[in-house]
Structure formats: C-alpha cells, structure tokens
C-alpha cells in the first residue's frame, strides 16, 4: 500500500526521489539510477527545467529530429518535429520532396482573432442586462488599458466585449464574450488576466447599478476563461498539380490515383471512424511541430477536433478535389501558436528550432504547422491508397522491436540488411534474432 504524503512538494528533490522510489520500487536503487541518468549535467539547464513544473524528478527524452526541404509560399524551410512515432518524419520528409517538384506549398492565414467569456449569472431579463451592459462597456474596455499597454504597442488587444444570452440552455447563464488580438503571443495569460478583470467590472458595476433590483445587483461570476475553440483563428495550406504528375504505376494509373485519393478523403469527410484516425495522422505533424517550437499541443489538439466537428458531425480536416485534371488538396485548422512569451524565450531547445525555421512570427509559424499536418496527411492517405501502412511502418519500427530484445550493433546492421528486401513482421524479426544468435 503506497502512503500518503502531506507536503511533498515543500521536499528537495533528492527527498522526493526517494519517497518514490522507496514505496514504488522493489529494487529502489535501480529506479533511482534511471532517475539520475537523465539529468542533465550541466545543473543551470537542469534546473532550468526542474522551473518549467512542479515535482519534477528528471527529464523525459523525446527525439528531437527535422524534415528538410520544405517548400512553403516559395521559401524554403527545414522544419524541426519532436515526435516519437517512427515514420511520421520520414513520411514529411517524403510528402515535402513530393511537393516540392510540385510548386511545394502554399499558406495563408485567413484570420487570427482569439477569445475569452465571462461566464456569470444574472437573476434578470436580457432587457434589463443589455442596457446595462451597453452603459458599461466602455469602462469594461477601459478597465484593462494597462494590462493591455505592451500588447497595444504590437498591435494587438482586445477586439471587443459582447453580451450573449445563454438562458436558453442554462437559466440565468449570461456571458461577456470577448475577442482578442495577441500578435505573436498565444496570449492566455494575457486574455485571462483581461477576463478576469472585465469579471471583477462586471460584478462592481452590478452592485451600483440603480435600475437593478437587489437579486440583480448580485450577479454572480461563474468563471473567467480564454477558450481553446478558435474558429476565427484559421489558416490554410495547399497544393495542387497536374494530374499527370501524381504517382503512376503498373497497378494504378495517375488518374485513377487521383480518382482513389478523393475517395480516401471524401471517406474521411463523411465518416466519423475514419475521420478521427485521418485526423490523428495530421496531428502527428502538426503536434510534432508545435511541441518542438514550446507550444501548447493540448490547447491546440482540443481546438483541432472541436473545428472537425463544427457543422455538427466530426469531419476530416483536409479536403481535395479534381477540377480542370488538376488535383487540388488542402488543410484548413485553427492554430493558436506563439513564438514570443511561454517557453520560447526559455528552453534552449525551442529556441533553437525556431531558429532552425528562420525565427518566424506567429503567423508564418501557423502556415508552417498547417503544411507539416497536410504532408503528414499527405504521407499517411498515400501509403493506405497504395502500398498500405505497415510496410513504410514496420520498416521504421524495425529498430524499435530491436531496441526491446537488446540487440547488439552488429546484429542490428545484419538485420536491418535482412528487411531492406524482406517484409518486416514481429515475428520474423525475432526470428531472425534467433538465428543470428544460434
Ligand atoms: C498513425 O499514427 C496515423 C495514421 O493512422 C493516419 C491515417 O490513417 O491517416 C497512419
């Protein structure tokens, strides 16, 4: 039975290790020593990051890998992915080479507005909140021109406060949303801290508000929160080509690929179980990139899937289509990202991959994630049409299965020899182990 603890986070680190590994571990040493290997020797880094949280015991690795020979609005970009799945980088390496002959990508950001609600409780009629809230609205705006001094300075701020009527889900449920322009800060902490503020106007104004009865003064704040769902900040990726340059072989002709791809993301766009894995593999690149340039793919991941589901069934976020024996294919996906503020300025390694992009603002930063999601996207759809996933996958896997059952170096290269003309199974790896090792 593992013991509770009161005050655990008030202990030093090395105390915390080892009430873990004391309660958790038979042999605790051994915990320990795979604790400590992963710190950092250098103890200024490795404190840097012990800040980043609370209770933090070590580092956890993630590959840090990049995607060259991108091509985005004619420039050309290496893109840096943290990711641990084998295949997705390959797979954007791929689709970026692919495209690249192609014309490469093109990006736009279609809009940038980012939003916040007060969500509050008025024992009242909308006729008696509207007034009131018009009265108020400009001491709502100006109640935050501090707070929002420096975002001013770089043309961002607060767009606008509306009132909306919620009582028809919730008696009584009002809200106060706002819009936002934060530039290139993802802005959370910005907009949380206006909200909170416009919730705290909101409830004064109420109180000494002389047309409200008693029961209306009292209007009570449920909670201020920016939201994830960022419909209205959306780019687009694209690319097209001829069809008579997509892929042609003895078993398909470049039309009836074309023809297949449609089908596959038609599929996508209609039904649900597809849509959630098609949508899943967009996510590999669009995650790899955001976590690689410190963004919060959280944030991003929960605004992704509520704007596949926007028209009321989950759909698929890229679409094609064949016009003129043209194909054209594209992602539209709202992406919240920052390149200022948060870990950017941080952590040695997210300022090095937005180095390694050219140190983009945040709206060049969401045309780089919109086409890393569409090559994935492009990666996955291409191998199921043609060849399936598994044989590009399981190649990649190959040196995972090997990693498990501790191969050595030389039975690695022997190995992976082997598969370079042979399909990669579980199994057949393991055999080959075994009779190497015979
Ligand atoms: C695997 O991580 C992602 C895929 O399943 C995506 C897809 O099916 O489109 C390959």
Not at 55 to 81: C, E, Q
Request: charged content about 20%; proline content about 3%; glycine content about 6%.
């Amino acid at each position: 039975m593992i013991p509770q603890i009161t005050g655990f986070s008030k202990l030093s680190k090395e105390e915390k290790i080892n009430w873990l590994t004391t309660h958790h571990f038979s042999e605790s040493e051994k915990a320990k020593e795979t604790l400590l290997n992963y710190w950092n020797t250098d103890k200024k880094l490795q404190q840097l990051h012990e800040e980043f949280a609370e209770n933090t015991l070590s580092n956890f690795y993630l590959p840090f890998s990049i995607a060259p020979n991108f091509t985005i609005n004619n420039k050309g970009y290496t893109i840096p992915m943290t990711i641990e799945e084998s295949s997705v980088v390959a797979a954007a390496s791929n689709a970026a080479k692919f495209w690249n002959k192609r014309g490469g990508f093109k990006a736009t950001v279609i809009n940038t507005e980012k939003i916040g609600q007060v969500h509050f409780s008025f024992a009242g009629s909308l006729e008696k909140l509207t007034p009131f809230f018009t009265a108020i609205k400009p001491k709502l705006l100006a109640s935050v021109n501090t707070i929002e001094a420096n975002m001013k300075k770089r043309g961002g701020g607060v767009l606008d406060i509306s009132l909306r009527d919620k009582t028809n889900a919730i008696p009584n449920y009002f809200q106060l949303h706002c819009t936002f322009e934060t530039v290139d800060a993802m802005g959370a902490n910005f907009i949380n801290t206006c909200l909170e503020q416009f919730a705290q106007v909101l409830q004064e104004e109420a109180f000494n508000y002389a047309l409200f009865s008693d029961d209306e003064k009292a209007i009570e704040i449920i909670m201020s929160i920016l939201s994830n769902y960022v419909p209205n900040c959306v780019v687009r990726a694209e690319v097209s080509c001829p069809i008579s340059e997509l892929p042609n072989t003895d078993q398909l002709s470049s039309t009836a690929y074309a023809e297949k791809f449609v089908r596959a993301l038609t599929i996508a766009e209609k039904e649900p179980y597809r849509a959630v894995t098609h949508n899943k593999g967009i996510m590999n690149g669009v995650d790899a990139v955001v976590l690689a340039t410190g963004n919060d793919f959280r944030a991003i991941e929960a605004g992704a899937h509520a704007y596949a589901a926007k028209d009321g069934q989950y759909s698929s976020l890229t679409h094609a289509y064949i016009k003129h024996n043209t194909l054209t294919y594209y992602i539209e996906i709202p992406l919240a990202v920052g390149t200022v503020g948060g870990l950017t300025s941080l952590h040695p390694m997210v300022k090095l991959a937005l180095q390694i992009l050219g140190n983009p603002n945040a709206k060049e930063l969401m045309q780089i994630i919109a086409v890393a999601g569409l090559a994935q996207n492009f990666g996955a759809v291409n191998s199921l049409i043609t060849t399936g996933i598994q044989k590009g996958h399981m190649k990649m896997h190959l040196l995972n299965i090997l990693n498990q059952h501790q191969a050595t170096n030389a039975e690695k290269e022997q190995i992976v020899k082997f598969f370079a003309k042979n399909t990669v199974t579980h199994s057949e790896v393991l055999n080959q182990l075994a009779l190497i090792r015979a």
